[in-house]
């Protein structure tokens, strides 16, 4: 018996579209990441992308639970002495609110090539409305 690796042509890829309306942001987003790498297909391959586009929609109305909205923070470096900045869950939900999601389903990916190849097939929109009818993306309910 031959082991089973999935090649880059021939896996087949979907549009998946979900509203995070009242969502809890690290559930959805280890579900958003699982399906991303495509570890829910049985031909999935570790070092072959797999996985399938995700749309998320309603970015602004995601929720965190505790008290995290004041203290959680998220960092960043300017790349000039002393260029730490820091935000945090409330400011950054104001500011960009689809950098809260993309945050935490980049934390939950490969730190690799493949990682960011992947991460480029995730998606968010704030609002219910986004510019992909014509890939008949399919409601996908977490």
């Known amino acids: 018996m031959k082991t ?5 042509g021939e896996v087949e890829r979907k549009w998946y579209i979900v509203d995070a309306t ?10 958003i ?11 999935f391959t570790p070092h072959v992308d797999t996985g399938d586009f995700v749309i998320v929609v309603n970015a602004e109305k995601i929720r965190l639970t505790g008290r995290k909205w004041d203290n959680k923070i998220y960092y960043h470096h ?13 400011k950054l ?14 934390g939950m990916l490969p730190k690799n090539r493949l990682g960011r190849k992947l991460l480029k097939k995730l998606k968010i929109y704030v609002g ?15």
């Not at 969502?23 to 579900?31: E, T, Y």
């Not at 300017?78 to 409330?90: E, V």
Request: no cysteine.
């Open 128 to 142: 219910p409305n986004h510019p992909h009818e014509a890939q008949k993306p399919e409601k996908w309910e977490i």
């Open 93 to 106: 939900l104001q500011k960009k609110p689809e950098e809260l999601i993309r945050h935490a389903v980049k």
């Open 4 to 8: 089973f690796m999935a090649k880059k």
């Open 33 to 43: 990441a699982k399906k991303l790498r495509g570890k829910d297909k049985p031909i």
């Open 78 to 90: 300017s790349g000039y002495m002393g260029g730490m900045k820091q935000i945090n869950a409330k």
């Open 22 to 31: 009242n969502k809890i942001l690290g559930r959805m987003a280890s579900q």
